[in-house]
Structure formats: C-alpha cells, structure tokens
C-alpha cells in the first residue's frame, strides 16, 4: 500500500512539474493583433463565432482555416478564450501568455513608445503552465521590473 501511495506521489508530481515552469523574458509588443475575445463586445464575438463556424462548414478547408479553427477551439478548451494576454520574449522566441485579470492590470498601462524613447523594458518572472499545444497560462506573476535595455516590438 505505501508502494501505491508513493507511486501516485511521485506521479503527480512529476506531471505537475512538466506542465509548469518559472519562465524569464520580456514584456513585448505587436502593433496590430487579434487571438481571442479579450476586450470584445457580445456582438462582435457573435459575429467572430458565425465566421467560425462558416469556416467549419467548408468540405476541403485551407491548411490556415484549420489551424484558426484548431486554435480557437483550444483556446475554448483551456478556459482562455476570454482571457488578457501579453507577448513574452525569450531567447529567440515570442509566446503569447494569457493572464489572469488582476496580474494583467499590473502590465496593461506599459506603453513601447515610451519604453523605447526611454531606452528601458519590462523584464518578467512568471510561473508559467502549459495547456495543450503553445497554450501558456500564466499562474503567478513573480515579478515585473522595468530595467534598461531594447523593448522587442514587430509589425
């Protein structure tokens, strides 16, 4: 019996410490982009899920129109559909972090042209979960410092 119990321990611990980690990087932006319906009004979600759904109607869709709809729906799946997010950078990657509310208030009002100007960026510690494929969810925010150095911004 204390072989099962220890079995199941380690077990869970093990799947727990894959899915999460304390990630470093810094706070980035993008001019223009929509992936989800954080900020959005009923209508326009109504309107966004009626394209969805149109989309999914088509008998030989585009590889694109796959990978929108595989997306959205994962985005459902892992309850972020609605949820704030941010671009992180780290090493040579960009990942979208979704947020909780709060955390995300702490981070909404950093402007790039200002952080640029100012030569400075926002270094972040989070402890990040990753739910399904390129699904990151943010469950603790550690730390945000404004530090110098090049804000990472793309079109």
Not at 134 to 151: A, H, P, Q, R
Request: net charge positive; glycine share 2%; charged share 30%.
């Amino acid at each position: 019996m204390k072989k099962i119990k220890l079995f199941f321990f380690v077990f869970i611990f093990i799947s727990c410490s894959q899915k999460e980690k304390i990630i470093e990087g810094d706070l980035a932006f993008k001019s223009v982009d929509i992936s989800n319906y954080y900020g959005l009004d009923q209508k326009s979600i109504d309107k966004f899920e009626k394209e969805l759904d149109s989309m999914r109607q088509i008998k030989n869709p585009s590889a694109n129109d796959v990978s929108v709809l595989n997306y959205f729906d994962a985005l459902k799946k892992y309850n972020v559909i609605k949820s704030p997010w941010i671009r992180l950078k780290i090493k040579d990657s960009i990942r979208k972090v979704y947020l909780k509310e709060n955390d995300f208030k702490k981070l909404k009002n950093y402007n790039s042209n200002d952080l640029i100007l100012n030569n400075k960026k926002v270094a972040l510690k989070m402890n990040i979960e990753t739910r399904g494929n390129k699904i990151y969810y943010c469950k603790e925010l550690i730390s945000v410092k404004e530090v110098y150095g090049e804000t990472y911004t793309s079109k």
